[in-house]
T-cell receptor
C-alpha cells in the first residue's frame, strides 16, 4: 500500500498482559514516530526512529514501554504488564528524512483497551 | 516547557461560513508550525504549514496566519463544508537528533451543520 499501516486496528487485553503494536511505514521513509492519543487529547510523542536507531526516546512513559525498528522499515511498540491507563490510540507516522519541513504521514492507529 | 494550546475545544459553524480555529504556543524559539486534520477513526492528516519567517500562507480554501509577537496562529477555512468536520490540531516542532518532533495541542473539534 501507499500509506502507513498499523496492526492490529483494535486490541483488547487484560491488565498485566504484554502487547505488541506494529507499524509499517511508507517505503523509503527513514524517519518513524510513535505517538499516543488519549480520548479528547492531543498527540503525545513517544519515540522517534531514524533508520533503525532511536535518537529520541524521551516520550516513553515508563520502562514498560519499548520499541524497535528493523531493516529501516517495520517498527514494533511493546507494552509490558499493561495497565488501564495505557488505554489509548497509538499512532505511528513516517516521514521521508525527518527534516523540519518533511511531512509526517500518519497511520490509522491501534486502539488499545486494557480491561 | 513547550506547550501548545487551542482556545476552544469545539467550534460549530453553518455550511458555507468561514471558520477560524485559533492556537497559542509558548516557545518563542519555535520556527515551524503545522496544522493537521483528524477525522474520526483516522490518523492526523497534514493540511498546511508555515515557517516563522512568514506571517501568512494560503492553500486551497485554507489560510494560516502567524503572529509571532503574541505567539498565536490561526487556521481559516473558507466556505466550510460538511467534509471539513474533524478535529484540528496545531503543532510546533522542536529539533531532536537531526529530526523535528512536533508538539501537538489538544485539538479543536469543528462541527459543520448543513
Amino acid at each position: 500500500g501507499a500509506g502507513v499501516s498499523q496492526s492490529p486496528s483494535n486490541k483488547v487485553t487484560e491488565k498485566g498482559k504484554d502487547v505488541e503494536l506494529r507499524c509499517d511505514p511508507i517505503s523509503g521513509h527513514t524517519a518513524l514516530y510513535w505517538y499516543r492519543q488519549s480520548l479528547g487529547q492531543g498527540l503525545e510523542f513517544l519515540i522517534y526512529f531514524q533508520g533503525n536507531s532511536a535518537p529520541d526516546k524521551s516520550g516513553l512513559p515508563s520502562d514498560r514501554f519499548s520499541a524497535e525498528r528493523t531493516g529501516g522499515s517495520v517498527s514494533t511498540l511493546t507494552i509490558q504488564r499493561t495497565q488501564q491507563e495505557d488505554s489509548a490510540v497509538y499512532l505511528c507516522a513516517s516521514s521521508r528524512q525527518g527534516g523540519n519541513t518533511d511531512t509526517q504521514y500518519f497511520g490509522p492507529g491501534t486502539r488499545l483497551t486494557v480491561l | 516547557g513547550e506547550s501548545v494550546g487551542l482556545h476552544l475545544p469545539t467550534l460549530s459553524v453553518q455550511e458555507g461560513d468561514n471558520s477560524i480555529i485559533n492556537c497559542a504556543y509558548s516557545n518563542s524559539a519555535s520556527d515551524y508550525f503545522i496544522w493537521y486534520k483528524q477525522e474520526s477513526g483516522k490518523g492526523p492528516q497534514f493540511i498546511i504549514d508555515i515557517r516563522s519567517n512568514m506571517d501568512k500562507r494560503q492553500g486551497q480554501r485554507v489560510t494560516v496566519l502567524l503572529n509571532k509577537t503574541v505567539k498565536h496562529l490561526s487556521l481559516q477555512i473558507a466556505a466550510t463544508q460538511p467534509g471539513d468536520s474533524a478535529v484540528y490540531f496545531c503543532a510546533t516542532s522542536r529539533a531532536s537528533g537531526g529530526s523535528y518532533i512536533p508538539t501537538f495541542g489538544r485539538g479543536t473539534s469543528l462541527i459543520v451543520h448543513p
